[in-house]
């Protein structure tokens, strides 16, 4: 039996369906969710209507749209969908497969508590516990806690969401914060209106003779500026509240040290409104420590900043590696989290279920697993 075959039978006992979502997904999705960054790694073509196409990239973007039209035919109430198959991404280091297996699951509907995210992980854990590995470097973020301090801090709409769409980007809120907004373009552009907006990418497109490619069309360019232009001045936060959010973002402590260094850094800036969800926070680590296995929580560490490359994830996330092995080129094999905003997002709000998922990769399972991928 391969480890890919021994994972998805492990995941069958948590119930639910297995399923096998299409390969092929519209580039727009990924593109809209994540911006053009991502098209570097996505593997695209353009049909011949001009309709842009994309090989999966993940299983969870496509299983999250089969649940979407499940669910706006037949709104069930919590449903699990486990899947197994190839993914496709342009590697972004070298010896990387183009194509490789995820083995995975998702959870739809389910109560958004700290039960659930404690249960996800120590399902994944126990699937690579079946397939040989018994230990691993686990790392953990909550995306959701960098917004929450920005809202605690009751400055302009334009500001916080100018900081929350930083934080998406590595050095995003540092460059922000510096006046820069992550491009030299949309200071130019601050102050000026959508209709202006408009025309200035209608007269680029015109001297370059370039349009976009597929379906993003430059309606989506103009309200992606739009927006930036909007958020451009940072300056107006304090010399405190700038020196908050540095704090908040270097925060990288063992988990078990993360629910007091949070507290402190809200004590200390005075920051209300924010006790619920550091109390969830407090819970969610002492769970984790004390339920889940000590072979992958043991040493575990928790950093604000980690997972912003989890473009569509917006709460508590997750990835375990093999142990002593540098983060910085470190390739997790299992990894995870909360994504309570993703049906909404692709039905337009038509569906809106709380969601969490994540997958096992079985050709980064430790060596010592002894099986084939």
Same mark, same amino acid.
């Given at each position: 039996?391969?480890?890919?075959?021994?994972?998805?039978?492990?995941?069958?006992?948590?119930?639910?369906?297995?399923?096998?979502?299409?390969?092929?997904?519209?580039?727009?999705?990924?593109?809209?969710?994540? =911006?053009?960054?991502?098209?570097?790694?996505?593997?695209?073509?353009?049909?011949?209507?001009?309709?842009?196409?994309?090989?999966?990239?993940?299983?969870?973007?496509?299983?999250?749209?089969?649940?979407?039209?499940?669910?706006?035919?037949?709104?069930?109430?919590?449903?699990?969908?486990?899947?197994?198959?190839?993914?496709?991404?342009?590697?972004?280091?070298?010896?990387?497969?183009?194509?490789?297996?995820?083995?995975?699951?998702?959870?739809?509907?389910?109560?958004?508590?700290?039960?659930?995210?404690?249960?996800?992980?120590?399902?994944?854990?126990?699937?690579?516990?079946?397939?040989?590995?018994?230990? =691993?470097?686990?790392?953990?973020?909550?995306?959701?806690?960098?917004?929450?301090?920005?809202?605690?801090?009751?400055?302009?709409?334009?500001?916080?969401?100018?900081?929350?769409?930083?934080?998406?980007?590595?050095?995003?809120?540092?460059?922000?914060?510096?006046?820069?907004?992550?491009?030299?373009?949309?200071?130019?552009?601050?102050?000026?209106?959508?209709?202006?907006?408009?025309?200035?990418?209608?007269?680029?497109?015109?001297?370059?003779?370039?349009?976009?490619?597929?379906?993003?069309?430059?309606?989506?360019?103009?309200?992606?500026?739009?927006?930036?232009?909007?958020?451009?001045?940072?300056?107006?936060?304090?010399?405190?509240?700038?020196?908050?959010?540095?704090?908040?973002?270097?925060?990288?402590?063992?988990?078990?040290?993360?629910?007091?260094?949070?507290?402190?850094?809200?004590?200390?800036?005075?920051?209300?409104?924010?006790?619920?969800?550091?109390?969830?926070?407090?819970?969610?680590?002492?769970?984790?420590?004390?339920?889940?296995?000590?072979?992958?929580?043991?040493?575990?560490?928790?950093?604000?900043?980690?997972?912003?490359?989890?473009?569509?994830?917006?709460?508590?996330?997750?990835?375990?590696?093999?142990?002593?092995?540098?983060?910085?080129?470190?390739?997790?094999?299992?990894?995870? =989290?909360?994504?309570?905003?993703?049906?909404?997002?692709?039905?337009?709000?038509?569906?809106?279920?709380?969601?969490?998922? =994540?997958?096992?990769?079985?050709?980064?399972?430790?060596?010592?697993?002894?099986?084939?991928?």
């Amino acid at each position: 039996m391969t480890l890919a075959e021994t994972a998805t039978k492990a995941l069958s006992e948590v119930g639910g369906d297995l399923i096998d979502p299409p390969i092929l997904i519209e580039a727009k999705v990924p593109l809209e969710l994540s =911006g053009e960054a991502v098209r570097s790694r996505i593997c695209t073509f353009v049909d011949q209507n001009g309709r842009e196409w994309a090989l999966r990239p993940d299983l969870t973007l496509v299983v999250a749209q089969a649940e979407v039209d499940a669910r706006e035919t037949d709104p069930a109430g919590e449903t699990i969908r486990r899947y197994s198959g190839p993914v496709f991404r342009l590697p972004s280091k070298p010896g990387e497969p183009v194509e490789y297996d995820q083995v995975g699951l998702e959870k739809f509907g389910a109560p958004r508590s700290v039960e659930e995210d404690v249960w996800l992980f120590n399902t994944l854990t126990d699937a690579s516990r079946a397939c040989g590995a018994e230990n =691993g470097q686990a790392r953990f973020g909550d995306l959701s806690i960098f917004p929450a301090f920005v809202d605690a801090l009751n400055v302009s709409d334009d500001i916080a969401s100018g900081l929350k769409r930083a934080f998406r980007q590595a050095g995003g809120v540092r460059a922000y914060l510096n006046g820069q907004n992550q491009s030299g373009l949309s200071s130019r552009l601050s102050g000026m209106p959508r209709e202006d907006i408009a025309a200035f990418v209608d007269d680029i497109f015109a001297m370059t003779n370039v349009r976009p490619v597929g379906e993003r069309g430059s309606d989506a360019i103009v309200d992606r500026l739009f927006e930036r232009a909007k958020s451009a001045a940072g300056a107006a936060l304090s010399d405190d509240q700038v020196g908050m959010l540095d704090r908040l973002l270097a925060l990288d402590v063992v988990l078990s040290d993360a629910p007091g260094a949070l507290i402190a850094i809200a004590k200390d800036a005075s920051l209300n409104g924010l006790e619920n969800k550091l109390d969830r926070f407090r819970q969610r680590a002492e769970k984790l420590n004390s339920k889940a296995s000590s072979g992958f929580t043991s040493g575990a560490r928790f950093a604000t900043r980690f997972g912003r490359r989890f473009t569509y994830y917006d709460g508590f996330v997750f990835e375990v590696g093999a142990e002593n092995q540098d983060s910085d080129v470190a390739q997790p094999f299992l990894a995870g =989290g909360r994504y309570d905003s993703l049906l909404a997002d692709l039905s337009g709000g038509a569906v809106d279920q709380t969601a969490l998922g =994540g997958i096992l990769i079985p050709h980064r399972l430790p060596a010592q697993t002894g099986a084939s991928a």
